[in-house]
C-alpha cells in the first residue's frame, strides 16, 4: 500500500478563479443568483449542491439567464441513467433541467451535484450553452445525467440564476462561481 | 489572488499498490481526484474508501456505454464508491482515466455526493454519482481495484487530488 500524507504545493494566483458563494441559510432561498457577473473571463464554471423544501425525491431546476424567464428562449437535451435503463429527452421551450436537486422528500442529508459549465459566456456572436453534469443518489434510487442547455441569445451573460422547481432551496444548498481565464 | 485550484498530491506507482490519501486538509470546497489506472482483472472496478469506512454506507448509479449499448445501473448499501467500473475491463497499460468529484467534502452537513466521469478507450466510457452516507469531513481517501477494494492499481498508474476552494 502507498501512503500519501499531502502537502499543499499551490502557488499564488492561477486561471482558475473563485467569483462568489451562496450558501442557503435555515430561512431556504426562492432562488440563487449570480449578478453582475464580471466580462473578464474566458468561461464560466458553477460548483454545487442543491435540495429543496418541496415534497418527492427529486426535481428538476429552472434557469434563468439576464432575467430572461421566457421558456421559448431555450432548449433542452440530456442523457440519463436511473439505474436500470440509460434513455435520452429534450426538447425546444424548455428552460430547466431534467432534475437538478433532490426535494425534501428525499433521503435526509442527500444533495443533488451540479458541476455546470459556460463556455464563452461573454462572447456576443453566440447562443450560449450551459452544460450540466449533475447527480444524485438515495441508496436505493438516484440519477446521473450530462445536460444540455441552449439559451437563444447572443448577449454576454451577466446574471445567472437557478431557481427551484417547487418550494425553495432548502439551507445548505450551495453554489459556487468560478472563472477561467484564456491564456 | 490566492490559487483556487491548487494540487494536494500525486503519486505514480512504481508497482502494483493501493493508494490513500490522509491528513487531507479542511480548507478546501470540492476535491478532485485525477486517475489514469490500470486494473489487472476484467471485472475490477476502481474503487475508493472515505475516512477508512468499510462498512456498508456507499451506493452508485452508474450510467455506462460499451460502444455497442447504452446503460445504467445502481448498487445501494455496499462498502465502496466506484468509478471506472468493470465495463471498462482489464488494462495493464494504464489506459483508462477517471475524474472523481468530491463535493463539499468537509461540510459537515451533508452526506458526501461524488460525480465520476470515467473511459478506456477501446473499451467504454461512463458517468457516474455515488452517495456516502456520513456527514462527516473527509480526511482520508484510499483508492484500489474491485468492489471490495482487495486488489491493487497496476504499476504505472498515477493519482493526484487537487482542491477547489470557492470564495
Redesign the interface.
Known amino acids: 500500500m502507498f501512503f500519501i500524507n499531502p502537502f499543499i504545493y499551490g502557488g499564488a494566483g492561477g486561471d482558475f478563479e473563485s467569483i462568489a458563494t451562496v450558501t442557503v441559510g435555515s430561512g431556504g432561498a426562492s432562488s440563487i443568483e449570480f449578478t453582475s457577473i464580471p466580462g473578464t473571463y474566458q468561461h464560466l464554471q458553477i460548483r454545487g449542491l442543491l435540495r429543496n423544501t418541496a415534497s418527492g425525491a427529486a426535481a428538476p431546476t429552472r434557469v434563468r439567464i439576464n432575467a430572461d424567464t421566457t421558456a421559448s428562449n431555450y432548449a433542452r437535451h440530456d442523457l440519463d441513467g436511473n439505474g436500470s435503463i440509460a434513455y435520452a429527452q429534450g426538447g425546444a421551450s424548455t428552460n430547466f433541467t431534467a432534475f437538478g436537486e433532490v426535494a425534501g422528500g428525499g433521503l435526509s442529508n442527500a444533495f443533488c451535484a451540479n458541476v455546470i459549465d459556460i463556455l464563452d459566456y461573454g462572447t456576443t456572436t453566440k447562443n450560449k450553452t450551459l452544460r450540466f453534469f449533475s447527480g444524485y443518489e438515495l441508496n436505493g434510487s438516484g440519477a446521473v445525467a450530462i445536460q444540455s442547455i441552449l439559451w437563444l441569445n447572443t448577449g454576454a451573460i451577466t446574471s445567472l440564476a437557478l431557481v427551484p422547481w417547487e418550494g425553495n432551496f432548502a439551507q445548505h444548498s450551495t453554489l459556487a462561481l468560478y472563472g477561467i481565464k484564456a491564456p | 489572488?490566492?490559487?483556487?485550484?491548487?494540487?494536494?498530491?500525486s503519486?505514480t506507482?512504481g508497482t502494483a499498490?493501493?493508494?490513500?490519501?490522509?491528513?487531507?486538509?479542511s480548507t478546501f470546497?470540492?476535491l478532485v481526484l485525477i486517475v489514469q489506472y490500470g486494473v489487472a482483472q476484467a471485472n475490477d472496478p476502481l474503487t475508493y474508501r472515505l475516512n477508512g469506512d468499510s462498512a456498508a454506507n456507499y451506493?452508485?448509479?452508474?450510467?455506462?456505454?460499451t460502444g455497442s449499448a447504452?446503460?445504467?445501473?445502481?448498487d445501494?448499501?455496499i462498502t465502496t464508491g466506484a468509478a471506472g467500473t468493470y465495463y471498462l475491463g482489464a488494462s495493464t497499460s494504464n489506459e483508462h482515466v477517471s475524474v472523481i468529484?468530491i463535493?463539499?467534502y468537509a461540510?459537515t452537513?451533508?452526506?458526501k455526493?461524488?460525480?465520476e466521469?470515467s473511459g478506456s478507450a477501446g473499451k467504454g466510457a461512463e458517468?457516474?454519482?455515488?452517495?456516502y452516507?456520513s456527514?462527516s469531513a473527509v480526511t482520508s481517501i484510499k483508492l484500489g481495484a474491485n468492489s471490495a477494494l482487495s486488489r491493487n492499481l497496476v504499476s504505472g498508474s498515477t493519482v493526484s487530488?487537487y482542491?477547489?476552494?470557492?470564495?
Do not use: C, H, W
Open positions: 489572488m490566492p490559487a483556487t485550484y491548487e494540487p494536494i498530491a503519486v506507482l499498490a493501493q493508494v490513500e490519501f490522509t491528513n487531507i486538509p470546497t470540492d451506493s452508485n448509479t452508474i450510467l455506462y456505454g447504452a446503460g445504467s445501473y445502481r445501494s448499501g468529484q463535493m463539499s461540510n452537513n451533508v452526506f455526493t461524488i460525480l466521469s458517468r457516474g454519482v455515488s452517495l452516507r456527514t487530488l482542491g477547489i476552494k470557492a470564495a
